[in-house]
T-cell receptor, first 115, second 113 residues
Framework: KAGVTQTPRYLIKTRGQQVTLSCSPI?????VSWYQQTPGQGLQFLFE???????NKGNFPGRFSGRQFSNSRSEMNVSTLELGDSALYLC??????????????FGSGTQLSVL | AQKVTQAQTEISVVEKEDVTLDCVYE???????LFWYKQPPSGELVFLIR??????QNEISGRYSWNFQKSTSSFNFTITASQVVDSAVYFC??????????FGAGTTVTVRA
């Protein structure tokens, strides 16, 4: 069974641009979560989608948005990029809604650098 | 608010030594779930173990074992007879009914041959 696939693996953008990251969950998984990882703030929750519905959103500005498609694939978008958005963005999928005792399966992430 | 603290930033051991990773959590909820994940250099987090707040039984799974103590709000994790492949960042995490994990800052484990 293929794992969680994130594209692209690396991305370099300049301030003010926007970016879209993609995540394909494990086949059959209906939940997709996104996390931002930085050396200073660690792993921070961005949002979770289950059956195309956003269940929870982390404490991030409105420039961060996401969506989930009917095939469970998900995209996240960051508009008007700032230097502080440089991070590893990790996507995770699970069979059922994330949280409680649900095990998450993570992708290798997209390393975003904002210059 | 929920909070997970991993006080150890880095641990370095020689192969075959045991490694114990500390995790202390804060929560006002009575029902919660605790996890350990491992992040190797490739980047993806890998699930290791989980426990719910109603089950304080400590177990051993291969070279992994854990010690969950509600009285001290601790969920420590031990790797027995460490190997070079165990070198990674280890994260303790906490979840409730809010569709997310709250992670600690992580502990970098380096196992030297």
């Amino acid at each position: 069974k293929a794992g969680v696939t994130q594209t692209p693996r690396y991305l370099i953008k300049t301030r003010g641009q926007q970016v879209t990251l993609s995540c394909s969950p494990i086949s059959g998984h209906r939940s997709v979560s996104w996390y931002q990882q930085t050396p200073g703030q660690g792993l921070q929750f961005l949002f979770e989608y289950f059956s195309e519905t956003q269940r929870n959103k982390g404490n991030f500005p409105g420039r961060f948005s996401g969506r989930q498609f009917s095939n469970s694939r998900s995209e996240m978008n960051v508009s008007t990029l700032e230097l502080g958005d440089s991070a590893l963005y990790l996507c995770a999928s699970s069979l059922f809604e994330a949280g409680r005792d649900e095990k998450l399966f993570f992708g290798s992430g997209t390393q975003l650098s904002v210059l | 608010a929920q909070k997970v603290t991993q006080a150890q930033t880095e641990i370095s051991v020689v192969e075959k030594e045991d490694v114990t990773l500390d995790c202390v959590y804060e929560t006002r909820d009575t029902t919660y779930y605790l996890f350990w994940y491992k992040q190797p250099p490739s980047g993806e987090l890998v699930f290791l173990i989980r426990r719910n707040s109603f089950d304080e039984q400590n177990e051993i799974s291969g070279r992994y074992s854990w010690n969950f103590q509600k009285s001290t709000s601790s969920f420590n994790f031990t790797i027995t007879a460490s190997q070079v492949v165990d070198s990674a960042v280890y994260f303790c995490a906490l979840s409730f009914n809010d569709y997310k994990l709250s992670f600690g800052a992580g502990t970098t484990v380096t196992v030297r041959a």
